[in-house]
């Protein structure tokens, strides 16, 4: 059996990255989210910085096809000096979200990782949401500002998440159609998704088995 992976969508603020980190906690396998920016750093002439500063952000070029089409993932990352910016940071970490799901089952945050993954490997791709006003105020708290200023950034995030995904994929954020599960924290919590994506994994890696 392929190896599988679990992708992890989700809107700023909603506990995604927890989610998925306590998830693959519960599973033993390895959690990938930033960790994604480091090794692609690392295998590239780009800093950290540069990834971060344009990590799941719209590229401005209109490359899409050459990025996704042209130019697939190839170990020597063929021609892509011919790509602008954005789309050479896009292309270097997808060889690099391809790499960890070769290596071992994995939990991937972010970055197109369920439309990267789909052709070739077993993927169970998950987004998280949950209530815009839970959101904000959590957002709020944690980084200590004003309730406005919070609900501007919200926004903002949820917005350039999705520019970056329908520009990178063709498909749209946060669409049920692109997710095996859907999911709310808002309304079960944080270890309420962590149980039921846990029962639902290991039920549906069963009845591959069998």
């Given at each position: 059996?392929?190896?599988?992976?679990i992708?992890?969508?989700?809107?700023?603020?909603?506990?995604?990255?927890?989610i998925?980190?306590?998830?693959?906690?519960r599973?033993?396998?390895?959690?990938?989210?930033?960790?994604?920016?480091?090794?692609?750093?690392?295998?590239?002439?780009?800093?950290?910085?540069?990834f971060?500063?344009l990590?799941?952000?719209?590229?401005t070029?209109?490359?899409?096809?050459?990025?996704?089409?042209?130019?697939?993932y190839?170990?020597?990352?063929?021609?892509?000096?011919?790509?602008?910016?954005?789309d050479?940071?896009?292309?270097i970490?997808k060889?690099?979200?391809?790499e960890?799901?070769?290596?071992s089952p994995c939990?991937i945050?972010?970055?197109?990782?369920?439309?990267?993954l789909?052709?070739k490997?077993?993927?169970?791709?998950?987004f998280?949401y949950?209530?815009?006003?839970?959101?904000?105020?959590?957002?709020?708290?944690?980084?200590?500002?004003?309730f406005?200023?919070?609900?501007e950034i919200?926004?903002?995030?949820?917005?350039?998440?999705?520019?970056?995904?329908n520009?990178?994929?063709?498909?749209k954020?946060?669409a049920?159609?692109?997710?095996?599960?859907c999911?709310?924290?808002?309304?079960?919590g944080?270890?309420?998704?962590?149980?039921a994506l846990e029962?639902?994994?290991?039920?549906?890696?069963?009845?591959?088995?069998?």
């Amino acid at each position: 059996m392929k190896n599988y992976v679990i992708t992890i969508g989700r809107q700023f603020g909603s506990n995604g990255h927890e989610i998925g980190k306590r998830l693959a906690k519960r599973l033993e396998i390895p959690f990938y989210d930033r960790d994604i920016i480091t090794k692609a750093a690392s295998e590239s002439n780009y800093d950290e910085e540069t990834f971060k500063k344009l990590d799941e952000n719209r590229s401005t070029s209109f490359l899409f096809s050459v990025a996704m089409n042209i130019f697939p993932y190839t170990s020597k990352m063929e021609n892509i000096d011919q790509l602008s910016i954005s789309d050479k940071l896009f292309t270097i970490q997808k060889k690099v979200i391809i790499e960890m799901a070769e290596k071992s089952p994995c939990v991937i945050v972010g970055r197109c990782s369920n439309f990267i993954l789909k052709e070739k490997f077993n993927c169970i791709n998950i987004f998280v949401y949950g209530d815009r006003h839970e959101r904000i105020e959590k957002i709020a708290k944690n980084e200590n500002i004003p309730f406005l200023k919070s609900e501007e950034i919200v926004s903002k995030v949820d917005k350039r998440r999705a520019a970056y995904y329908n520009y990178y994929t063709g498909e749209k954020w946060g669409a049920v159609e692109n997710y095996d599960v859907c999911i709310s924290s808002s309304v079960i919590g944080l270890d309420g998704c962590v149980d039921a994506l846990e029962r639902y994994t290991k039920a549906r890696l069963a009845d591959e088995i069998n």
